[in-house]
């Protein structure tokens, strides 16, 4: 009853508050159609990614996990002209669907998909010297959420947006005991957050068609 409420009132935002968009609607088709699992953010959320970046004016963002990209369209479609989102998937198939979708989308240009384990990559990143990042959005593999926001404290400068998605997993962050090691990498996120002066952080419990979840949000401070 309450997950079938939230679908449609997530149904009802979407349809009042999003204008139709075919180009959105052709990128889920073309990740169902390659497989990928449903684990986008829902639209209304992608929306929320979407205005976060243009409150914080955000002309670099980095985010950690593409799946097919539909997370990465929100933001990249608050980048200014020559502005550049920067996005770290470690699954072949899900980059290829991605790339696809980025050239559907016409943000090619604005886009560097890199393939790899995303450690691996922050670490080139890093022998790169890439400049600091104005948002970095975390939504890849949970358990290694720790080693993702070091590495986003390295990117960062201070005002840099950090957000995390996937922080409550149906209330389960709050059992110490859980053996998932999802559950602990997010607890750990937390305790590190905690103990982190440099950031301050929030998080916001959400429910939708996504299920019952929320969002990490936080700042490096000045
Ligand atoms: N942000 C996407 C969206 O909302 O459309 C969803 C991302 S999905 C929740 C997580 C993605 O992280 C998957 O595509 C998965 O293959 C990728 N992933 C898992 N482990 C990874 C790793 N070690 N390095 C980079 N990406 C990884």
Redesign the pocket.
């Known amino acids: 009853q309450a997950a079938n409420t939230w679908e449609q009132v997530d149904r009802y935002i979407s349809e009042q508050l999003l204008p139709d968009d075919a180009v959105l609607e052709e990128v889920l088709a073309a990740n169902r159609k390659a497989g990928l699992p449903p684990?986008?953010?829902t639209p209304n959320q992608g929306q929320l990614l979407n205005l976060w970046a243009r409150m914080q004016r955000a002309e670099r963002i980095l985010?950690?996990?593409?799946?097919?990209?539909?997370?990465t369209i929100w933001l990249a479609r608050a980048l200014p002209v020559g502005g550049r989102l920067v996005t770290?998937?470690?699954?072949p198939l899900?980059a290829r669907t991605a790339q696809h979708n980025f050239a559907l989308a016409e943000l090619e240009s604005k886009i560097e998909l890199r393939v790899g384990?995303?450690?691996e990559q922050l670490a080139r990143m890093k022998e790169e010297n890439a400049a600091p990042f104005d948002l970095i959005f975390i939504?890849?593999?949970k358990p290694?959420n720790p080693g993702y926001l070091q590495w986003a404290l390295h990117f960062s400068r201070p005002g840099t947006v950090i957000i995390g998605d996937n922080v409550i997993r149906d209330g389960e962050i709050v059992n110490g005991h859980s053996t998932d090691p999802r559950v602990q990498g997010v607890r750990q996120f937390y305790r590190m957050l905690a103990a982190e002066p440099r950031i301050s952080a929030t998080a916001i419990q959400t429910v939708g068609s996504k299920g019952y979840d929320g969002f990490m949000l936080g700042i490096v401070n000045g």
Do not use: K, M, Q, R
């Open positions: 684990i986008e953010v985010e950690i996990g593409t799946l097919g990209g539909y997370s770290l998937e470690l699954d899900h384990p995303a450690l939504d890849a593999d290694n």
